[in-house]
């Protein structure tokens, strides 16, 4: 009875914003793992996405069906689920001897690959065949032509879905909370447990994966601009690398201009 | 002015058939291509032209027939022959080809374009490699235009950049696809100047159009392709003097 009575009386609380500010290095322990598991879970999930999207696309009888049914089975399943799955189910079960963290990134991994095979598969399938048979009619290889002609394309139309993505895996990965990884979201909800400071705690929590967030989408949108394609002799660059290049290819220019001439006036006849 | 009627064959095509699905594309098409001759095929859509030009190089893949090039036999072959089938990729390295939509890489610029071939496929170094795509841009008037993206680029000036493409290879045959056909009727002329240069330094060529015009003042060789079959060959006088009647409606219908 004693506790029913108290609960009240805490909700009444002030509000003490600076509690958050007190209490930066719990959070921001939570941060540093919450962005480890993001960008270890995100890396790993990037390269298996796209193995995923190239095998699925693949003529392989075998694997191409393979990939196809692991897009659907993993991206059906509930990530908190799976999450409580693999480390209280599989783990236990056939004794895997497995931390929370890893369990954590492999799940998110393994629905992040299915999620990202998709788009990737998407990317690639939207660079027009023609590009293929360019590539193919100057004797480039078919690995060649991928990695050289297709892909690089195919980069620039996945990257703001992508980015969308590294969103979500900010956010998703608070949900191995429930597995005891102590990510922002979990060491946010001990806290709040043991301060009864519920709104300082969890708005905490909140303002800090706004900022994560937000750090991401800029970093995507930089990306973005890193990506476009600007003509470094017509165009004012402000990067070095962008500055010598155009001083490279205005001495191409020149070198061919000055061979052209001298040939003309040795044969005495123009082009 | 390059048509001898003994010119050293360069590439021949043997008894090539494809299909697809149910549509019998190419029906058992023989051409004899000589050095330095240039060949023109014309015929109503769908006739087979345009398949017929991409399996010279294998980017279609015949169902059966073969491909000789320069001593070597190309493509699965004929049913009876047992000769040594040369790669693909050899032989794409040796023969240019130009597209109806240009196909230029829309995220490298226009010297890379040329340059990426270069440095790929024979391995030349990046300096070397660029100065020779610039050679080469320089050859088809868009030496200012090296760092331009191709979406920065007309079309014509696109395809002049695909021509130069093809050509830094320096290819012993140029396969063109009806490379005016996706231009603004301004900009045909630009290409087919670049074309007419090519044609008058010996270069063998082979040419899907439909500009008449191009057709009769450079073909040493007419071919009237429909429903996958040649129906007529001829010399310069088959514009005025087709025996075929199918020949003479088509081209009654288009000039």
């Known amino acids: 009875m004693k506790s029913l009575l108290v609960i009240p009386v805490l909700a009444q609380a002030r509000f003490r914003p600076e509690f958050i500010w007190e209490n930066r290095d719990v959070f921001l322990g939570g941060v540093r793992l919450t962005v480890f598991i993001a960008i270890v879970a995100f890396a790993l999930a990037t390269v298996f996405g796209l193995g995923v999207a190239l095998l699925r696309m693949s003529k392989n009888r075998l694997l191409a069906p393979i990939m196809a049914a692991y897009i659907n089975i993993f991206r059906a399943i509930p990530l908190l689920v799976f999450v409580v799955f693999v480390y209280y189910g599989i783990a236990i079960q056939f004794d895997v001897r497995i931390s929370a963290i890893q369990a954590g990134i492999l799940v998110l991994t393994l629905q992040y690959s299915a999620w990202l095979g998709e788009i990737f598969r998407g990317g690639i399938q939207a660079v027009d065949d023609g590009q293929t048979q360019a590539a193919l009619s100057v004797g480039m290889s078919r690995p060649q032509t991928f990695f050289r002609v297709v892909l690089p394309q195919a980069i620039r139309i996945v990257i703001p879905p992508t980015g969308n993505m590294f969103i979500g895996m900010i956010k998703d990965s608070s949900l191995v909370f429930i597995i005891g990884v102590p990510e922002l979201f979990r060491v946010s909800s001990v806290m709040a447990n043991r301060t009864f400071r519920y709104f300082e705690v969890y708005l905490g929590a909140v303002l800090f994966y706004l900022i994560l967030t937000t750090a991401a989408y800029f970093g995507v949108k930089y990306i973005e601009k890193r990506f476009a394609l600007v003509d470094v002799l017509t165009t004012r660059v402000r990067s070095p690398l962008a500055r010598r290049r155009g001083i490279r290819l205005r001495m191409i220019q020149e070198a061919v201009a000055s061979e052209r001439e001298a040939k003309s006036s040795e044969t005495g006849t123009a082009m | ?255």
Do not use: C
């Open chain 2, 1 to 255: 002015m390059n048509q001898t009627e003994d010119a050293r064959p360069v590439v021949r095509l043997r008894k090539i058939h494809k299909s697809f699905d149910t549509n019998h594309v190419l029906r058992g098409i023989d051409l004899t291509v000589g050095q330095g001759q240039h060949v023109v095929i014309f015929g109503p859509s769908g006739s087979g032209k345009s398949t017929l030009l991409r399996t010279t190089n294998l980017l279609e893949t015949p169902d059966s027939g073969s491909v000789w090039f320069d001593g070597k036999e190309y493509g699965p072959g004929i049913e009876g022959e047992d000769l040594p089938r040369g790669k693909a990729r050899l032989l794409r390295q040796e023969i240019g080809m130009v597209f109806q939509q240009f196909n230029l890489f829309p995220h490298i610029t226009a010297l890379d374009n040329v340059a990426l071939a270069l440095r790929r496929v024979r391995r030349v170094k990046r300096d070397q490699a660029e100065h020779r795509a610039a050679t080469y841009l320089d050859r088809v008037g868009l030496l200012d235009k090296l760092g331009a993206f191709p979406s920065q680029l007309s079309g014509g000036q696109q395809q002049r950049v695909a021509i130069a493409r093809s050509l830094v290879m320096e290819p012993k045959v140029m396969l063109f696809d009806e490379p005016t056909s996706a231009l603004d009727p301004e900009l045909v002329g630009e290409v087919l100047a670049v074309m007419r240069d090519l044609a008058e330094s010996g270069m063998t060529m082979v040419v899907v159009t439909h500009e008449m015009g191009f057709a009769r003042e450079a073909g040493d060789l007419n071919i009237f392709m429909d429903e996958g079959v040649v129906v007529e060959t001829g010399g310069r006088e088959l514009y005025d003097h087709a025996r075929e009647p199918r020949t003479r409606a088509f081209l009654q219908a288009i000039l």
